[in-house]
DNA sequence: GTCTATAGTAAGATAGAC
DNA sequence: GTCTATCTTACTATAGAC
């Protein structure tokens, strides 16, 4: 590979990079242009050398996560049948969600607001919801199909944990915001989610 | 009160009307103050002789939410005992809840837009979560000192019932995105809350 | 108080030298 | 490919006539 060519990964890379400090730093939204070029030691023109604009960058962040979070599933390998009625499941789904999103926050951070940017009506953060929990759904249909008696639609249920999951992902995470360290807190949103507040039957 | 009086308030109040569509239409953040007075229809220079930027209006339009979440709350009278582990008493308080934002719906989304433009970083939306969630807090802190086993730390469960619930507004109400009516999301709600995915130990 | 017209500002995006 | 300099656009906010 030709010098100019390493050259440019390095920018490229550079660039990505200082917009996931700035991304979890100010925001998704509130992030200029400028500001990643800024963080990154390069000059405003060179960002459009690279990327369109913020939403392209973003996309490939995303890729990014995929990647990753298909890595992670596969290495455990996740046959539909997880029933989400077990502790140990529940609660393995659940930290290796906690996980990924920690691992790339800057991105959960940017989806989320990207989301909500198009307000309410155009019901894009539902789609993004309905999405991302694909598979806590096909976990929870499986289990109806057994006869197991679900809280509601498997679909608004998940949508629900994955709402759970990642408002608090954004709020708690990066501002260290509680003080409680993450085993803690995926421990509590198992027991919360397995058995509500009412707690398992025997006290 | 003079003619000139009238006239202000009634275009003080288009202004709010006006804001509202467009918060549940656009978005918080994406709504520009020309589209507020446009949809009232009003010149621009006008939403400055009433309001100095989108934050106060935002500000009035809480204080109207406020007064009526407060009306409905010491309607029903509520006391600190109420026992979240019962479903008559949580479905209520979800119900009530939900009803609330559905009234107030882009108060909900401005507030929650406001508390992501300043990123995670900030804690924002972590002291919103916790502030909006004070009364379940209540709730729970009293069940522990009778001695119930909760699922964890009383802010963070109270955290996470508050995340649910408002990401699940944002999404659902005013797309109709599920297509099921209230009383059976809330139902739902109740029941993952109250016993989990597991549900109740009689089947 | 409300309007029209416009000044001011911030950020996205591009042109052209190196 | 990267830089500096600049154009463009969109919006906020104000000035001044009515």
Chains 1, 2 share one sequence.
Not at 110 to 125: H, I, K, N, T, V
């Amino acid at each position: 590979m030709g010098v100019r060519k390493v050259r440019a990964a390095e920018t490229r890379a550079a660039l990505q990079e200082a917009a996931r400090e700035q991304f979890v730093q100010r925001g998704f939204l509130n992030t200029k242009i400028t500001d990643i070029t800024a963080a990154a030691g390069r000059a405003t023109g060179s960002f459009y050398d690279h990327f369109t604009d913020k939403d392209e960058l973003l996309k490939e962040l995303l890729t990014d996560m995929h990647a990753q979070a298909r890595e992670r599933i596969t290495a455990g390998d996740h046959p539909r049948e997880h029933d989400l009625t077990d502790r140990a499941h529940l609660h393995s789904h659940l930290g290796a969600a906690w996980h990924v999103m920690r691992a790339n926050l800057p991105v959960v951070v940017a989806l989320y607001e990207q989301a909500m940017a198009d307000g309410p009506r155009s019901g894009r953060l539902w789609q993004r919801l309905v999405e991302d929990t694909a598979m806590f759904r096909d976990h929870l249909e499986y289990l109806r199909e057994q006869g197991h008696r679900l809280p509601g639609d498997p679909v608004l249920v998940a949508a629900a944990m994955g709402g759970m999951l990642s408002t608090l992902a954004y709020a708690i995470m990066g501002s260290g915001a509680t003080g409680l360290p993450d085993d803690e807190i995926v421990d509590t949103l198992t027991s919360l989610l397995l058995h509500g507040l009412a707690g398992p039957a025997a006290k």
